[in-house]
């Protein structure tokens, strides 16, 4: 039995998210929690002639733990997202707070759950949910994920777009470093079999895959920003890691993870001098086996790139450590 648990469930990526998680044969029964609007979503929901049972809960009645007790896995798509003119890291302040709230809940009801956080500012939510987990003894850095599928799956669109040629289904494009602008490295010279993005196109393309997010943000002029392709992107790699939990192997997809606590993550923590970092991780039957590290081969113009990124990452992630370690004043 398989139980998946969304948080957040009732918002822009939280429903078809959930929608998405509904379809799948991995899943036995799923629990939907939000502020609000649950009940009318899990009934909604509930009615697709899918396998999953589907049950919903708000805060009242101790709902996140009735939501959570005996999760599997847990996708966070909790908290506000941007408008126009803001970054990620405008977020931090509200966000912050949920994350950790939730992910004392999860540390309390479910701590062997895989957990995956989309909340944004994922370079410093991801962090904040490790301290929480580490405050309470139940870090397990293998299960615990940042989101970052999004980036790989605008890396493939845009590698389409821009050369025309299609990137076929077995391609991987490892796309490393954080989930913010900057801090977004594709690394083209390292995709596997190899797709070749002609020079002239590199710096725009490169810049679509960073700065795509603010391309949504802008286009949904105030309402919004990704939701759609993020419920894609979030299924894909929580698809991704109960696939791996029940058995398939040879599974592997970037993720933001905390690389002390990983299989090969000290090597490349060294590398990039910082603990949280996106790589390509290989699942497995308990989340992270190993994580891979691509970074020896790239070329010149990625190293500048990857440069760039570690600056940015440092105080991102700061940020979100200490949020825990001292809270600010309430
Ligand atoms: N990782 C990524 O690649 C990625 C991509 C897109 C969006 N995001 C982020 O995902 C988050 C959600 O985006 P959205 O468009 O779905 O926003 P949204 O406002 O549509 O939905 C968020 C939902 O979270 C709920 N919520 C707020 N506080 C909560 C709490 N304490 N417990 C449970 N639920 C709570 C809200 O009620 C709402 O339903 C944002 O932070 C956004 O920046 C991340
Ligand atoms: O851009 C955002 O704020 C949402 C998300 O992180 C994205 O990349 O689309």
């Not at 899943?27 to 396998?51: F, K, M, R």
């Not at 894909?236 to 970037?254: D, I, N, T």
Request: net charge neutral; aromatic share 6%.
């Amino acid at each position: 039995m398989v139980k998946a648990v969304v948080l957040g469930a009732a918002g822009g990526i939280g429903q078809p998210l959930s929608l998405l998680l509904k379809t799948s044969p991995l899943i036995d029964e799923l629990a939907l929690y939000d502020v609000v609007n649950t009940p009318g979503v899990a009934a909604d929901i509930s009615h697709i002639s899918t396998t999953a049972t589907v049950t919903g809960f708000l805060p009242a009645d101790d709902g996140l733990r009735h939501a959570l007790t005996g999760a599997d896995i847990v996708v966070i798509p909790a908290g506000v997202p941007r408008k126009p003119g803001m970054t990620r890291d405008d977020l931090f302040k509200v966000n912050a707070g949920i994350v950790r709230d939730l992910a004392k809940g999860i540390s309390e009801y479910c701590p062997k759950a895989y957990t995956l956080i989309i909340s944004n500012p994922v370079n410093s939510t991801v962090p904040v949910a490790a301290e929480v987990f580490r405050n309470a003894g139940v870090l397990d850095p293998k299960r615990l994920f940042g989101v970052t599928t999004l980036d790989i799956v605008r890396a493939e669109t845009f590698a389409q777009e821009f050369t025309g040629q299609k990137v076929p289904s077995a391609t991987t494009i490892p796309v490393v470093g954080g989930h913010s602008g900057e801090t977004i490295v594709p690394l083209f010279s390292q995709a596997q079999p190899s797709f070749n993005v002609p020079e002239a196109k590199l710096d725009a393309i490169v810049n679509r895959i960073q700065f795509g997010g603010d391309e949504v943000v802008k286009a949904k002029n105030g309402g919004g920003s990704a939701t759609l392709s993020m419920a894609y992107a979030g299924f894909r790699f929580a698809e991704k890691v109960l696939k791996a939990v029940s058995g398939e192997k040879g599974l592997v997809e970037p993720s933001f993870v905390y690389l002390p606590g990983v299989e090969g993550g000290e090597e490349i923590a060294k590398e990039v001098g910082v603990d949280f970092f996106s790589v390509p991780v290989e699942l497995g039957p308990s989340g992270v086996v190993k994580a891979n590290n691509v970074l020896a081969n790239i070329n010149d113009y990625e190293r500048k790139l990857l440069e760039v990124a570690i600056k940015g990452l440092k105080g991102n992630i700061e940020k979100g450590v200490e949020f825990v370690k001292n809270p600010p004043p309430k």
